[in-house]
């Protein structure tokens, strides 16, 4: 909270980079980058980064999120607090109770904005020819996400090697917390289909 919000995507990419760069070959065979909307652009991000250094992580997990050459549909981080609440509460990623008590999230405004801001102006252009991530990838969605449907999730098959996969669990663009078990014992088995092979 009191360090200044990442502005871009790409800074937080990087900080993920220079960690698992830092870490031991060994460590680094067992690292499943793994995100959920925002996220999800920052390990594909930080998955490219990788890559380029020759140090490609086990396998990607992309969740919930479209691919980088479509633009956000829903810009939310120039609103006003009110309006933004509003939206926030639509997406069904806030209470409902913070619309009558907006004191409860004043603190964390700045925080959401900026991630937000970085989300929305996340954007590569898809220019052929183009290599793709090499790295074993697996998506997944909700089955009734209208953030990031299941066509544009699939979309990302076109930045990544044939051997990626995608998973659709019930639910909306918050499945990942509705049902958490669902959204688990897909990422172990992606682990265990690892560790088999």
């Known amino acids: 909270m009191g360090q200044p919000p990442a502005l871009s995507i790409s800074i937080l990419a990087q900080e993920i980079t220079d960690t698992i760069a830092a870490m031991s070959a060994d460590e680094r065979e067992m690292v499943i980058l793994a995100g959920h909307s925002m996220g999800a652009q920052v390990a594909f991000e930080a998955c490219l980064r990788l890559e380029e250094r020759g140090l490609p992580p086990a396998a990607l997990l992309l969740s919930g999120c479209h691919p980088p050459h479509l633009k956000s549909r829903r810009?939310?981080?120039?609103?006003?607090?009110?309006?933004?609440?509003?939206?926030?509460?639509?997406?069904?990623?806030?209470?409902?109770?913070?619309?009558?008590?907006?004191?409860?999230?004043?603190?964390?405004?700045?925080?959401?904005?900026?991630?937000?801001?970085?989300?929305?102006?996340?954007?590569?252009?898809?220019?052929?020819?183009?290599?793709?991530?090499?790295?074993?990838?697996?998506?997944?969605?909700?089955?009734?996400?209208?953030?990031?449907?299941?066509?544009?999730?699939?979309?990302?098959?076109?930045?990544?090697?044939?051997?990626?996969?995608?998973?659709?669990?019930?639910g909306d663009h918050f499945y990942i917390t509705q049902r958490p078990r669902a959204f688990a014992g897909v990422a172990i088995r992606l682990f265990n289909q690892l560790r088999v092979g």
């Open 75 to 170: 810009i939310l981080s120039h609103l006003d607090d009110k309006r933004f609440i509003k939206e926030l509460i639509s997406i069904g990623g806030c209470d409902p109770a913070v619309e009558a008590d907006p004191n409860l999230l004043a603190p964390f405004l700045p925080l959401l904005r900026s991630d937000f801001l970085a989300t929305e102006t996340y954007y590569r252009e898809l220019v052929e020819p183009r290599s793709k991530l090499m790295t074993p990838a697996l998506l997944v969605c909700g089955s009734d996400d209208i953030e990031a449907t299941p066509d544009e999730v699939s979309a990302w098959s076109l930045w990544l090697d044939s051997t990626s996969e995608i998973r659709e669990i019930p």
